[in-house]
């Protein structure tokens, strides 16, 4: 079974710390894609990977950075964690050509 | 990718079939249609794609207008597991690029 994996289901970390979010898929994809989820405003793209090394901006990247040293894993970095960064993260992967994509089970972070 | 334009909200009775509709009056030749669920506390879940031609799988049925500007996504036999909102996304096939996700539909099954 196609497996994405992200490393914590809750976390809880203090503003200004340095956060890190992984996650690893098993399926030799390409693609990888973090996204955000918060009540009222649905999923939203903070970035995504096509490849090893390359990287994109999704629409909300702003205070995030990423990190694909390896196909499979893709990093979320929130450089000075904020209580606005409090919220449900999703990664997720697909292949190329049609984009069937698979998502991790989520990491709720909180941030006090 | 083209605009998709969904219900906020849908009712289902158990058993019943659920009719999901999706307009996507601008969708260019080589854009699919792809359906995703996402029940609470999960993240999304791939249902079904197509392009031109009506598909079914294990889990739905898909079926695009002539015109391709609109579908349906169908649950034949809706449970109360199908509660979910139903995410319609339309998109180029490619090697890159974002998979962008509106507010989707929120299907509420009944007893």
């Known amino acids: 079974d196609v497996k994405v994996t992200q490393s914590s289901r809750y976390l809880v970390k203090r503003t200004g710390e340095k956060v890190f979010l992984e996650c690893v898929q098993d399926?030799?994809?390409?693609?990888m894609f973090w996204y955000r989820q918060d009540p009222g405003l649905g999923l939203r793209l903070i970035y995504f990977s096509y490849d090893v090394k390359m990287k994109e901006k999704g629409d909300i990247p702003e205070g995030y950075s990423v990190s694909r040293e390896k196909k499979e894993r893709f990093s979320l970095i929130l450089e000075s964690a904020s209580t606005n960064q409090t919220s449900m993260y999703l990664c997720?992967?697909?292949?190329?050509?049609?984009?069937?994509?698979?998502f991790g089970q989520g990491t709720r972070l909180t941030v006090v | 990718d083209a605009k998709t334009t969904q219900p906020t909200s849908m009712d289902c009775a158990e058993g019943r079939a659920a009719n999901l509709p999706c307009n996507h009056s601008t969708i260019s030749g080589n854009e699919y249609v792809y359906w995703y669920r996402q029940i609470h506390s999960q993240g999304p879940q791939y249902i079904i794609h197509g392009l031109k031609n009506n598909e079914t799988n294990e889990m739905a049925s898909l079926i695009i207008t002539e015109d391709r500007k609109s579908s349906t996504l169908i649950l034949p036999h809706a449970t109360l597991r199908d509660t979910a909102v139903y995410y319609c996304?339309?998109?180029?096939?490619?090697?890159?690029?974002?998979?962008?996700f509106g507010q989707g539909t929120t299907l509420q099954v009944k007893p």
């Open positions: 996304i339309v998109r180029v096939a490619s090697n890159t690029g974002k998979l962008i």
């Open positions: 399926m030799d994809h390409e693609n």
């Open positions: 997720a992967s697909s292949g190329t050509g049609i984009f069937k994509a698979f």
